[in-house]
Structures are given as C-alpha cells and as structure tokens.
C-alpha cells in the first residue's frame, strides 16, 4: 500500500522559510517522479517542484524557481522541499505526490497523493 505523509507546514512571515517534507512507503522508488503541488483557496492545484528519484534531476515552476529547493534523501525515503524567501501568495495546502511520469508538471500524471501541509505566510 503507497503512503505519503507530508509534514513541515505551518505559519511563516514573509521572507521566512520552511521545509516541507513527504516519507514515502509501498512504491519502488526507481520508478517514479516525485512532486510537490499546492492549492490555493478557490484555486486550482498547481504544480511547483518535481524530482526524479533515481537520476535527481529537477523541475519548478517558474514562480518558485531560485526560491524552492527540491531534494530526496533515498536512505529515508523521504522528498523535501525547501522553501525560502516566501511569500503570501506561497499561502496553500502542499500536497506531495508521486508519478511513473519522469518530471512531470501536471496532476492527472501522479497516480499517488499524500494528505497535505497547510503553509501560511502573512505579510
């Protein structure tokens, strides 16, 4: 059975930062991409980093890119995403997710989601 549980959310002010992160469990890590998505109230869910577990090679989204750092640490079988520099509209639930999609940016790819972290950031 595939778990993820995301953890590290919370309230931060602007220009603050916080680490995000996703235990995984029940997939064969290998083959799969791990993301980060967050939604906003109202809004769609949005893609903001994704990582290739076996290569480590990475993709954001342009609102986040010098801002957000993606990373995997295979011994734990952990994802994180560290988030630095942030801002109110960074407000959202973070889900973690988990796709046999090499880097990909869009939600009907990942097969696997975890329950989100709600981060806030006041200005």
């Known amino acids: 059975q595939v778990q993820l549980v995301e953890s590290g959310g ?16 029940g997939i064969l890590f290998s083959y799969y991409a791990m993301g980060w998505f967050r939604q906003a109230p109202g809004k769609e869910r949005e893609f903001v980093a994704v990582i290739n577990w076996g290569s480590g090679s990475t993709n954001y989204a342009d609102s986040v890119k010098g801002r957000f750092t993606i990373s995997r640490d295979k011994a734990k079988n952990t994802v994180y995403l ?8 960074d407000t959202a639930v ?30």
């Open 10 to 25: 919370g309230l931060v002010q602007a220009g603050g930062s916080l680490r995000l992160s996703c235990a995984a469990s």
């Open 82 to 89: 560290q988030m630095n520099s942030l801002k109110p509209e």
């Open 94 to 123: 973070y889900y973690c997710a988990a796709s046999r999609v090499y880097g990909s940016d869009s939600t009907a790819s990942y097969a696997y989601w975890g329950q989100g972290t709600q981060v806030t950031v006041s200005s």
